[in-house]
């Protein structure tokens, strides 16, 4: 079959996008990635074979949508803005392993897609230029969920990519690097330049791996309390851990905190950015006894 030219360079972009007479939407996080050499590194990373079945949010015109479905077995799609289904209908039309879900993806159950789409499925990946303004929601609702997904590959705003990649005693560590860690590996494997886009945003990105681990990188007994002690130590990156500490577990004595610090080898003078992610998972241990007494 003869297939069209590739979507992701700026003439054929304008082109479909003047055919159709769309408009972007703002709200929305619109910007296309115009740049074929980098859509194929993205690919790349993301290490999809002819046994991969892919998710990817938000396919805007459909140019990473295609150079996936050309290595992939299957990509499933989600995209928010329904003026943009009959554009992908027509720039998809080549490829029958594409599937188009007019969808906000934070409403959606994956979870019932991977039963039904996937079911024997053995390799499964997200792949997405994600629109920036919902970013960490999106990663962080799929990654609790624990979803047979085995990587992530994402596109996204690169200040954003290194704090969620962040490691202790630097400024971009914060309770949500801990999160990351705590269910991937995180690695930033590149960055690319706000030029690429149509439209230019204003800020440069990065893209994000994330290998899933099989099982979380530490042992917690009470998964909830765990995440507690990670954000509230961090409430305010000023105050010491005990300040902090104290703040969000109000229900639990200065006395008994102090002690908690102290038995986990914790310095309370300390501030949450100097803590591994052993350091709380130990700390927040120690904290769940002290709540279930
Ligand atoms: N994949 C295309 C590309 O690389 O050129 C477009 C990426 S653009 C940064 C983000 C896309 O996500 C847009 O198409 C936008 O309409 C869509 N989007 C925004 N919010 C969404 C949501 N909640 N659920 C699904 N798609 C969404």
Same mark, same amino acid.
């Given at each position: 079959?003869m297939?069209s030219?590739?979507i992701a360079?700026?003439?054929?972009?304008?082109?479909?996008? /003047?055919?159709?007479?769309?408009h972007? =939407?703002k709200?929305?996080g619109?910007?296309?990635?115009?740049?074929l050499?980098?859509?194929?590194?993205?690919?790349?990373?993301?290490?999809?074979?002819?046994?991969?079945?892919?998710?990817?949010i938000?396919?805007?015109i459909?140019?990473?949508?295609?150079?996936?479905?050309? =290595?992939?077995?299957?990509?499933?799609c989600?995209?928010?803005?329904k003026?943009?289904?009959?554009?992908?209908?027509?720039?998809?039309?080549?490829?029958?392993?594409?599937?188009?879900?007019?969808?906000d993806?934070?409403?959606?159950?994956i979870?019932?897609?991977?039963?039904t789409?996937?079911?024997?499925a053995?390799?499964?990946a997200?792949?997405?230029?994600?629109?920036?303004?919902?970013t960490?929601?999106?990663?962080?609702?799929?990654?609790?969920?624990?979803?047979?997904?085995k990587?992530?590959?994402?596109?996204?705003q690169k200040?954003?990519?290194?704090r969620l990649?962040g490691?202790?005693?630097t400024k971009?560590?914060?309770?949500?690097?801990v999160?990351? /860690?705590?269910?991937?590996e995180?690695?930033?494997?590149?960055?690319?330049?706000?030029?690429v $886009?149509?439209?230019?945003?204003?800020v440069?990105?990065?893209?994000?791996?994330?290998?899933?681990?099989?099982t979380p990188l530490?042992?917690?007994?009470?998964e909830?309390? $765990? $995440?507690?002690v990670?954000?509230?130590?961090?409430?305010?990156?000023?105050k010491?851990?005990?300040?902090?500490l104290?703040?969000? $577990?109000t229900n639990?004595?200065?006395?008994?905190?102090?002690e908690?610090? /102290? /038995?986990?080898?914790?310095?309370?003078?300390?501030?949450?950015?100097?803590?591994s992610?052993?350091?709380?998972?130990r700390l927040?241990?120690i904290?769940?006894?002290?709540v279930?007494?």
């Amino acid at each position: 079959m003869m297939l069209s030219k590739d979507i992701a360079t700026i003439s054929r972009t304008l082109e479909i996008i /003047q055919k159709h007479g769309f408009h972007f =939407k703002k709200g929305f996080g619109q910007n296309f990635l115009v740049d074929l050499n980098i859509l194929n590194k993205i690919v790349d990373h993301a290490e999809i074979t002819k046994n991969t079945y892919v998710i990817e949010i938000g396919p805007g015109i459909g140019s990473l949508t295609e150079q996936l479905a050309k =290595k992939a077995k299957k990509v499933v799609c989600y995209e928010i803005d329904k003026t943009l289904i009959p554009i992908l209908e027509e720039t998809l039309k080549d490829y029958n392993n594409i599937k188009i879900i007019n969808e906000d993806v934070l409403k959606a159950d994956i979870k019932e897609l991977i039963n039904t789409e996937f079911c024997d499925a053995s390799d499964i990946a997200l792949v997405a230029n994600l629109p920036y303004y919902i970013t960490t929601p999106i990663l962080m609702n799929l990654l609790e969920q624990k979803l047979p997904i085995k990587r992530y590959c994402v596109m996204i705003q690169k200040e954003v990519a290194q704090r969620l990649s962040g490691t202790p005693g630097t400024k971009d560590y914060n309770a949500l690097s801990v999160a990351i /860690q705590y269910y991937t590996e995180p690695k930033i494997v590149l960055n690319v330049p706000r030029t690429v $886009f149509i439209p230019q945003p204003n800020v440069d990105s990065a893209v994000l791996k994330l290998k899933v681990r099989t099982t979380p990188l530490v042992e917690v007994k009470d998964e909830k309390l $765990f $995440f507690h002690v990670v954000k509230g130590s961090f409430i305010q990156r000023r105050k010491t851990i005990l300040n902090n500490l104290k703040q969000t $577990f109000t229900n639990i004595s200065s006395e008994l905190l102090l002690e908690a610090l /102290q /038995q986990a080898n914790l310095n309370p003078q300390t501030r949450g950015e100097t803590l591994s992610i052993h350091d709380f998972a130990r700390l927040s241990n120690i904290i769940a006894n002290l709540v279930h007494l």
